[in-house]
């Protein structure tokens, strides 16, 4: 039997083993189970690829693909059984390891959300959202702001992993290197969380400050490998190719990346990387009319999952630009596409298209999504005074979940 030549070995989070160290970032709004399905589709088509390239036996890869993260579900509204939450973390049977990313402020209540997702039999790895920048999230000191506040970092993280641990349900931690440059966490944080038993940290290399403007500084991925050495460091931010992850890694001696923005309308850059990490050099470059299938199976998913046409329609709309990015489309196209409300619109429009262009390369390539620009991060009063809370901005943080929304 032939084995692959892998440039790393297999990811290992907890009991899970994933033999390509790819994680699909969670991502509001987009990583849902239809999204997470198409990813999961070329994933497995990337390793198949490599495999018989690199001559294989049919079955030789021994556990799960990559890993695919569903949108960040408060904690609250979870324990509260909203029916948004309960819909996001929902799975397809076929999917393993479940994965389920929480957002929470206090270690009781993500402590009781972990407990439900163990009792009921509902995940098998749950990551711990502390990189959202959003300004209604930091404003009350959530997200990308609460590592800032060791104590109650260290609580969350203990009491996540207190909860899941029984079950062996192996918890993971995602961040930021900081507020801001002058306000870094990163390193305290990973450490942290290495102490309280999380079974991998993942650092997007980016300030909350900087959003998703400029460019990750890969060399603090690098930084957190070195302070961190006894769980696995993922890399995340501006991988737009599989080049580019194995870039990240070689530059990084990461032990796997975390693949955002890069993946929207293109699941097939899973193909991309789970063959790019075994050793394979395929890779996928549709026509227009390849794209346009897998756009009209991601609309078709999309409305299996809402149970619902208009629902699933409106929700491929946001979808439509960067499946059709650096295709010649038109801008009057493009809107018409943006507006479909059923199926058959969606075939109606597809059907008027030039379905024979082949790839458009780089034009097609590079930053999905919207880049924003560097700002100052919305905190609660006084945040940056201390590492601790006071009375006050307990007060506000135990808030913070209030203003966020299921997903």
């Known amino acids: ?86 819909k996001l973390i929902e799975h397809d049977p076929e999917e393993q390891p479940r994965s389920v990313q929480l957002y929470g402020v206090d270690p009781a209540t993500v402590g009781a959300a972990v407990r439900m997702l163990v009792q009921e039999d509902r995940a098998d790895h749950v990551d711990l959202n502390f990189g959202c920048p959003v300004p209604k999230v930091t404003r009350k000191g959530g997200g990308s702001a609460l590592p800032w506040k060791t104590d109650l970092f260290r609580g969350i993280v203990r009491a996540a992993v207190r909860e899941a641990g029984p079950a062996g349900i192996p918890v993971t931690v995602k961040m930021r290197v900081g507020i801001d440059g002058e306000h870094e966490t990163f390193l305290d944080a990973g450490r942290i969380a290495e102490e309280e038993g999380a079974a991998a940290v993942a650092l997007h290399a980016r300030t909350a400050a900087q959003a998703y ?15 961190v050495t006894s769980i696995p460091v993922l890399g995340n931010g501006d991988i737009w190719s599989a080049e580019d992850a194995v870039r990240m890694v070689e530059e990084t001696g990461c032990d796997g990346v975390v693949v955002g923005r890069g993946c929207l309308g293109r699941p097939w850059l899973f193909t991309d990387l789970a063959a790019a990490f075994a050793g394979s050099r395929v890779r996928v470059e549709p026509t227009l009319g390849e794209v346009c299938r897998v756009l009209r199976r991601h609309a078709e998913l999309l409305v299996e999952f809402h149970s619902d046409e208009g629902k699933g329609c409106r929700d491929i ?71 601790e809370l006071d009375a006050q901005q307990r007060a506000v943080v135990a808030q913070a979940e209030l203003d966020v929304s299921g997903g």
């Open 213 to 227: 403007s400029g460019q990750a500084d890969w060399s603090r991925i690098a930084e957190l490998k070195q302070a």
């Open 1 to 86: 039997m032939s084995t692959l030549p892998t440039l790393l070995p297999p990811l290992r989070i907890g009991p899970h083993t994933i033999d390509s160290p790819v994680v699909l970032a969670p991502m509001a709004g987009i990583t849902n189970r239809a999204f997470r399905k198409l990813c999961r589709e070329y994933g497995d088509q990337g390793l198949a690829a490599a495999a018989t390239a690199a001559g294989a036996e049919e079955g030789a890869a021994s556990g799960s693909g990559c890993l695919y993260v569903s949108e960040m579900v408060t904690s609250r509204a979870l324990v509260e059984r909203t029916p948004i939450s309960m």
């Open 317 to 387: 709309r946001k979808h439509i630009a960067w499946y059709t990015k650096g295709f010649r489309v038109g801008g009057e196209m493009r809107h018409q596409l943006g507006l479909v409300n059923t199926l058959a619109d969606l075939d109606r429009l597809i059907g008027t298209l030039d379905l024979d262009q082949p790839w458009p390369g780089d034009a097609a390539e590079g930053q999905r999504g919207r880049a924003g620009s560097p700002r100052v991060v919305a905190l609660p009063d006084r945040w940056l005074e201390s590492r």
